[in-house]
C-alpha cells in the first residue's frame, strides 16, 4: 500500500500540488566524479569489503546540525495491482511501477558512486529479484550489503498491518523474511531498525514483537493529525515505547521515531519520474538556474523540522511509493544536493547534509545520551483529519479476513505434521509435499494492504488465490504424516467449504446419519458427535449407516432457553431476542440483550474510513422470528432476523461459553447509501466508559470513550473515533461480572454507551473514501456472480467474575484460533484393522498457562520451536494461571528426540546470548537490565507473556515405533460392517487435549 491519494491532504504523498507528472527535463551534469567502469567498482568492492551496521555508518560533524537522507522506495506487495504487477511493471510505460527495474536502477546507481546509500524493506520482491540475478550482480550486491550503503530495513517479508493481523503470523512472516536475509548475506543483512512507515495505526504489541527480535528502534509514518500537532508542540517526535505491561523493561522497549513528512520528500525536493520538482541545475548561465533557491529552500525546511527534534541530527525521507525506477535522476540531484547544500559551510552554515540510512540516524540519537519520555498505550485509532478516522478496514473484506485466519491454522497444522513425521513427510506415499508455499502465501497476507482488506477487488482476489494454492502442497504434507503417523494409506479429502456447510465427500456419498426434522423445514442430514483429540495429536472416528431414528420432539414450555450444566441462555418469548445469560458454576446471571444493527454509511466511508451519517444505528429486527432445535448433542435457537440477516445460538454439552453463528448478507443497498452491520450486545453493567480489546490476540489494553491516554483529544466523531481493532476478544466489566466476546476473525468493536459493546462484522458502500483506492467497497458473492457478498461467522460468548475470567477468555481464544483441523476418508475396511487410531506427539500435557506456539521443521535435521506464556502479569491470581512456569524438554516428544537446542531471539536470527540491544535512558527510571537466562532443557523458565524460541536439533523416531500398539476405534458390531460407509475424520490438535463440541457435517 501507499500514500497515493490517502491522505486528505497530500493527493500522492508527493506534496500538494496533486498527480505528479514527469520532470521538464534531465540534467546530465553530475557533480563529483565520473562513474567508474563497473569491473573496476566491482574490484574496488572486493578490497574494501567491511561488515554491515553501525560502524559502517557515514562520518558526521558532531558540531554541526546533520541532516541524515534517506533514500528509499515503498514497494506495496499488492494493493491497486497484484504483487505480481507490481514486480514486472509494464516495458512500455516508464511511470508504471517495477519494482525489478526499481532494484535493477538502484544498484547500479549505488556503484556508480561510493557516498550514495539506499534501504530496502520487503524481502517478498527482494528474495524474487536476487533469484533472478547472476552471480556477478550477486557478489557485487553483497558487497554494497556488507559496506552498509544497500542496508535493510525491517526485513519481514512485508511491511505488516498492525490492526487486523495475529501475532502468530506477525512473527511467522518476519523469520521468513530475515532467515532470507541471514541465510543469503550473513550478519551484515540483519536489519538494525523497523520501519513501519504506511500502516495506519500502531499496535503496543507490534512494537514488544520487534523488541523481542533484537531490533534497536523503530520509524512510523503515519500518526493521528491531532497526536502529532501536539508531538510537534513538546518536541516529542522521538521516545521509548513500552511494548509490554507484563515484560520486565527493557525487554520489550523500543525506541520510536516519527518521521517529519509521512515517509515522502521534502515539498519541492522530489526527483523521481514520478515527480513534478524541477531538477536542480547548478550552472548561473543556465535560464533554468535554481540551486540557489534550492539551496535557501531546504535550509528553511532543516530549520523548521528540528525545532520538533532533540538533538543535532534530523531526519528526511527521500523517495515514496514505487521510487527510483529510473535511480540515475534521483541520486544525481541528491548529490548535488550534499554538495551544494555543504559547500554554504565556507560561508558559515552549521549544517552538514549526508547520505544516511534510519540505523545509522539512530546511531547518533543514542550517542547522544539523552533521557526520553516513556510511552504505554498504542497508536489506534489513526484519524488525518476531522471526522476522518481510519476505523472501518478493521471490518473491511470480512471473508478475506476469515479465509487468512483459517489458513494460519491450517499452515501451523501443516508445519507441526511436517516437524512430526520428519523428511518422509514432505517424500512420502501421496507425492512431494510442502508447507512453504502456503508460509509465503500467508506472509503476503499480513502486507497492510492485504488481510487489512484495503486493496483493490481483483488484488484481494489474488490473495485469496495465493492461499488456495498454498493449501494444495500441504495437503500433500499433510497426506503423507498422516500415512505415517497413523500407519494407514487412506484417500483423504479437505473439505474447503465446511462454513457453508459443502463437503463434496458427504454429500455425494451414501447419507450417514439423518437428523430429525424437528422444524418441519426438510433441513439436510446431519452427523453430530462428540469428539476428544488427544495433545498434538490425531484421533480417528469411525462413522457407519445406522437405520433412521424415530423423530423426537423436545416438551413445549413457557420459557425459550437453551441450557447445559454450565451454561443457561434465556431468550425473550415475545420478541425473540436473548435477554439472560447464567453462568451456573459461578452462580451468576446478567440481563443482555443482543441484536443486529446497521450504521448508514455516509459518502465518506470506504475500505478505509468509517463515517457512518448517523450516530445511531438502524435495527434489523427487534423480533425475528424463532424456532428451538433440542437434541441430546445439540441445543439451538435459530433466529430469522431478515432475508439477509439470520443467526443460531447454540450451546453444546460441557461447554462453557455461548456460541452465535451469524450469517449476513448479501447486504441490501438503499438508494444513495451503503450499510455497516453489528453485532450489538446491550447489559447493565456500570463500566463508566471503559471497555478492553486485545492486541494482535495477546496483551489486552484498556480503551476509554472519547479520550486518548497520552493526549486531550478533540472529538470529531463519537461513533467511529471510539472504534478499536479487535483481532481476538472485547469486553466490557463493572470490575465484579465481565462479559467477554470472541472472534473469529479481526473486526472493529467499541462499546458506544456503558453495559453495551458492538462488533462490526460486514460492510457495503457505494462510493470511495478518497484514499487511493478509487474503488467502493462493493464485494460480489459466491465465485464472483450475485449482487453482494454474504458472510458467515462466529461470536463466542462468555460470562465470568471477573477475577476468574482470564482463563476462560485465554484459552478459548487460544481453542478458537488453532480449532482442530478435520481431514475426511471414504473407506471399506472394519476400524479394527486399521494400525492406530489416535497418536500423540506429547508424552506429557502442557500446563494451561503454556502454549505451542510454533512446531516447524528449520532444516533436514533442525526444528523451529517457540513456547510461550499466554497470560498476562497478575491477570489470574486464583488459579496462579499468571505465575511463571518450568518445563522439562528432554523428553517432551515422543515423535522426536532433541539432541541439542540453541536459544535465539524471536525471529530466530540471531542467538539469545549474543543478542545485544541499543539501551535507552527513559523518564521512568533506570530499566533493570538482565543477561539471558541460561539453556537448560530440563529447566525451561518462562515469565508471563515470555515467548522463547529454540532452535533443536532432533533425531526422530523410526516408522516402526510409531506402530508398535494398535488401538481400536470403536468398531461397529459384525451386523453393521455389512455394505456400510466408514468416514475417517482424523481431528489435528496444536496444543493440549481439548474437548470439542461436535462435529458437524452436512
Known amino acids: 500500500m501507499g500514500t497515493h491519494g ?85 516495458p512500455n510505460d516508464l511511470l508504471s511501477e517495477s519494482v525489478k527495474d526499481i532494484l535493477n536502477s538502484v544498484v547500479r546507481a549505488l556503484l556508480a558512486k561510493p557516498s550514495r546509500r539506499f534501504i530496502y524493506v520487503e524481502m517478498a520482491f527482494f528474495s524474487h529479484w536476487w533469484r533472478q540475478q547472476t552471480s556477478g550482480i550477486q557478489k557485487a550486491v553483497r558487497k554494497l550489503v556488507h559496506q552498509g550503503r544497500l542496508e535493510f530495513a525491517n526485513g519481514g517479508w512485508v511491511m505488516n498491518d498492525e490492526a487486523t493481523t495475529y501475532y502468530g503470523a506477525i512473527v511467522d512472516q518476519m523469520t521468513l523474511g530475515l532467515r532470507f536475509l541471514k541465510d543469503t548475506f550473513g550478519r551484515a543483512g540483519r536489519p538494525h531498525v523497523a520501519w513501519h512507515i504506511d500502516p495506519f495505526g500502531h499496535s503496543r504489541e507490534q512494537a514488544s514483537l520487534f523488541a523481542q527480535m533484537g531490533f534497536d528502534g523503530l520509524f512510523l509514518g503515519r500518526v493521528d493529525y491531532q497526536d502529532l500537532r501536539v508531538r510537534k508542540e513538546a518536541a516529542e517526535m522521538e521516545q521509548v515505547w513500552r511494548g509490554s505491561a507484563s515484560l520486565q523493561a ?125 510511552k504505554e498505550d498504542d497508536f489506534f485509532p ?81 490473495y485469496a488465490r495465493q492461499l488456495a494454492a498454498g493449501w494444495g502442497p500441504c495437503e500433500v504434507l499433510l497426506s503423507n504424516a498422516l500415512a505415517r503417523l497413523s500407519g494407514s494409506k487412506e484417500t483423504f479429502t479437505f473439505c474447503h467449504e465446511l462454513n457453508v456447510s459443502a463437503c463434496a465427500l458427504t454429500q455425494t456419498a451414501k447419507r450417514v446419519v439423518d437428523l430429525p426434522d424437528i422444524d418441519g423445514r426438510g433441513r439436510p442430514p446431519e452427523l453430530l458427535f462428540p469428539a476428544k483429540a488427544p495433545a498434538l495429536g490425531i484421533n480417528i472416528y469411525s462413522v457407519t449407516r445406522v437405520p433412521k431414528p424415530t423423530p423426537q420432539t423436545s416438551p413445549q414450555s413457557l420459557e425459550l432457553a437453551i441450557e447445559n450444566e454450565h451454561i443457561r441462555a434465556v431468550f425473550d418469548t415475545q420478541k425473540g431476542l436473548l435477554k439472560k445469560i447464567e453462568n451456573r458454576d459461578q452462580k451468576l446471571q446478567l440481563f443482555v440483550q443482543q441484536a443486529f444493527y446497521g450504521y448508514i454509511a455516509s459518502n465518506y466511508s470506504g475500505v478505509y474510513i468509517f463515517k457512518p451519517e448517523y450516530s445511531t444505528p438502524v435495527p434489523v429486527n427487534l423480533s425475528p422470528k424463532t424456532h428451538l432445535v433440542k437434541t441430546p448433542l445439540v441445543q439451538e435457537v435459530h433466529q430469522n432476523f431478515s432475508p439477509w440477516c439470520s443467526q443460531v445460538v447454540r450451546l453444546y454439552p460441557g461447554q462453557r461459553h455461548l456460541e452465535l453463528e451469524w450469517t449476513v448478507g448479501p447486504i441490501p443497498m438503499d438508494v444513495g447509501w451503503g450499510k455497516e452491520i453489528i453485532s450489538r450486545f446491550d447489559t447493565r453493567l456500570k463500566t463508566k466508559g471503559r471497555f478492553y480489546t486485545d492486541s494482535n490476540g495477546r496483551e489486552i489494553l484498556e480503551r476509554r470513550r472519547n479520550y486518548r491516554p497520552t493526549w486531550k483529544l478533540n472529538q470529531t466523531h463519537i461513533v467511529a473515533g471510539n472504534y478499536y481493532p479487535v483481532n481476538t476478544r472485547i469486553y466490557i466489566t463493572d470490575g465484579k461480572v465481565q462479559l467477554t466476546v470472541l472472534t473469529d476473525r479481526s473486526q472493529g468493536g467499541s462499546s458506544l454507551r456503558d453495559g453495551s459493546l458492538e462488533l462490526m462484522v460486514h460492510r457495503r458502500g457505494i462510493t470511495d473514501d478518497d484514499r487511493g483506492v478509487n474503488e467502493t467497497l462493493e464485494e460480489a458473492g459466491a465465485y464472483g456472480q450475485g449482487p453482494g457478498l454474504w ?75 517457540r513456547l510461550e506464556h499466554q497470560f498476562a502479569l497478575g491477570e489470574d491470581s486464583g488459579r496462579h494461571l499468571s505465575s511463571p512456569v518450568t518445563l522439562d524438554l528432554r523428553d517432551l516428544f515422543s515423535a522426536f528426540t532433541i539432541t541439542h537446542l540453541r536459544e535465539t531471539t524471536l525471529a530466530a536470527n540471531q542467538p539469545r546470548r549474543a543478542a545485544s540491544r541499543l539501551q535507552w535512558n527513559t523518564n521512568t527510571g533506570s530499566a533493570v537490565h538482565t543477561t539471558a537466562p541460561s539453556l537448560h532443557p530440563a529447566s525451561i523458565t518462562l515469565q508471563p507473556m515470555e515467548i522463547r524460541t529454540f532452535l533443536a536439533s532432533v533425531r526422530w523416531k523410526n516408522a516402526r515405533d510409531f506402530h508398535k500398539t494398535s488401538l481400536r476405534a470403536g468398531a461397529p458390531t459384525a451386523m453393521d460392517r455389512e455394505k456400510h460407509w466408514l468416514l475417517f475424520l482424523l481431528l489435528l490438535l496444536q496444543i493440549k487435549t481439548i474437548k470439542m463440541p461436535p462435529t458437524v457435517s452436512r
Not at 524541477?278 to 539551496?295: D, H, M
Open 6 to 90: 490517502r491522505d486528505s491532504r497530500d493527493n500522492r504523498g508527493l506534496g500538494t500540488e496533486g498527480t505528479p507528472k514527469v520532470g521538464a527535463g534531465t540534467n546530465s551534469a553530475v557533480s563529483g566524479p565520473q562513474i567508474l567502469p563497473f569491473l573496476l567498482l566491482l574490484w574496488l568492492l572486493e578490497a574494501s569489503g567491511a561488515a554491515g551496521g553501525y560502524q559502517t555508518c557515514p562520518k558526521v560533524k558532531p558540531d554541526m546540525l546533520n541532516v541524515h537522507l534517506v533514500a528509499h522506495s515503498h514497494n506495496d506487495v499488492g494493493w491497486l495491482k497484484t504483487a505480481d504487477q507490481y514486480f514486472e511493471g509494464d
Open 791 to 865: 458472510v458467515r461467522g462466529r461470536h463466542l460468548v462468555l460470562l465470568d467474575k471477573a477475577e476468574a475470567a482470564a482463563a476462560g477468555h485465554r484459552l478459548q481464544a487460544e481453542r478458537e484460533v488453532l480449532a482442530p483441523q478435520v481431514v475426511l476418508a471414504a473407506d471399506r475396511e472394519a476400524p479394527s484393522s486399521h494400525p492406530r487410531s489416535d497418536f500423540s506427539a506429547l508424552r506429557r500435557e502442557l500446563p494451561p498457562s503454556v502454549h505451542l506456539l510454533t512446531l516447524a521443521r528449520w532444516d533436514s535435521r533442525t526444528l523451529l520451536l
Open 382 to 462: 489513526y484519524a488525518d483529519g476531522p471526522r476522518a478516522f481510519w476505523t472501518g478496514y478493521f471490518s473491511s473484506r470480512p471473508a478475506l479476513k476469515r479465509y487468512e485466519r483459517r489458513s494460519y491454522n491450517f499452515l501451523q497444522v501443516c508445519s507441526q505434521l511436517e516437524a512430526l513425521a520428519g523428511p518422509a513427510a514432505n517424500e512420502g506415499p501421496y507425492g512431494s509435499g510442502d508447507s512453504a508455499p502456503l508460509g509465503e502465501a500467508m506472509a503476503v497476507l499480513q502486507h497492510h494492504d492485504a488481510v487489512s482488506g484495503t486493496s483493490r477487488q481483483q488484488v484481494a482476489d489474488d
Open 250 to 374: 527493557p525487554s520489550a522497549d523500543l525506541f520510536t521515531s516519527i518521521l517529519p513528512s509521512l515517509y515522502t520528500p521534502p515539498k519541492g525536493l522530489c526527483w523521481d519520474i514520478l515527480c513534478d520538482d524541477p531538477i536542480i541545475f547548478e550552472n548561473i548561465s543556465t535560464p533554468e538556474y535554481n540551486a540557489q533557491w534550492v539551496v535557501a529552500h531546504f535550509l528553511d525546511l532543516v530549520y523548521k523540522q528540528v525545532q520538533y527534534y532533540r538533538t543535532n541530527h534530523t531526519i528526511m525521507t527521500m523517495g515514496a511509493d514505487f521510487h527510483y525506477r529510473y535511480a540515475k535522476k534521483w541520486f544525481n540531484n541528491l548529490d548535488k544536493l550534499i554538495w551544494l547544500v555543504n559547500a554554504e559551510q565556507a560561508k558559515g552554515s552549521r549544517v552538514h547534509v549526508l547520505y544516511s540510512t534510519p540505523a545509522c540516524y539512530l546511531w547518533q540519537l543514542h550517542k547522544a545520551n539523552l533521557t526520553w519520555s516513556v
